[in-house]
């Protein structure tokens, strides 16, 4: 495994750091609120390997609106020349997703959504969603999950990591990879 360098970027003045690895089908990673950019590191990396690119973005400051996290991830994009990716993140990280496939639909291909946090609004009905959860989250209820798959079971997937808490990404990457990889048929 290699080390990862991170970058940044300035648009509009702002710094946002973010690590690009890889080649091929492209990912975009939101980490979880008060998690670092290494969060998602182990995960990115499982990726990386079997061949994937992974741009892993910094945390986003809750306190700010999602739809100016909404236009850094675009801005990323356009930074690291990425006309389309499959977005993904972790709790709030996977709000932004959310938010992102809404603003910006022509450049995703899918949103992978890590312990989703509870929030209202419907899923983009054209755009694949494959949600995973820890079965032993505290933090969010898995039946979040459940509820936003049954909202769309002609678009989204739910898999389970078996006795993995709200940190799966962290403690249980090669798991989660494995549903990534499987779902997207990446392999």
Do not use: C
């Amino acid at each position: 495994m290699t080390t990862a360098t991170i970058s940044t970027f300035e648009p509009d003045g702002r710094a946002i750091a973010y690590i690009d690895e890889g080649a091929g089908p492209a990912l975009v990673l939101i980490p979880e609120t008060g998690q670092d950019i290494a969060s998602l590191g182990t995960l990115a990396s499982i990726l990386v390997e079997e061949d994937f690119r992974v741009v892993r973005l910094a945390p986003l400051a809750p306190e700010t609106d999602v739809e100016s996290h909404v236009q850094t991830v675009a801005d990323l994009m356009d930074a690291v020349s990425l006309p389309h990716a499959w977005i993904g993140g972790h709790g709030f990280g996977g709000t932004v997703a959310r938010a992102v496939s809404h603003a910006h639909h022509e450049r995703v291909d899918g949103v992978l959504l890590l312990a989703p946090e509870p929030i209202e609004g419907a899923l983009v009905e054209d755009i694949p969603v494959l949600v995973i959860h820890g079965t032993d989250d505290e933090q969010t209820p898995r039946s979040e999950s459940e509820r936003l798959v049954a909202s769309a079971p002609a678009i989204a997937s739910l898999k389970l990591v078996e006795g993995a808490g709200h940190l799966f990404p962290a403690t249980h990457p090669g798991e989660t990879s494995w549903f990534i990889e499987d779902y997207l048929d990446w392999d």
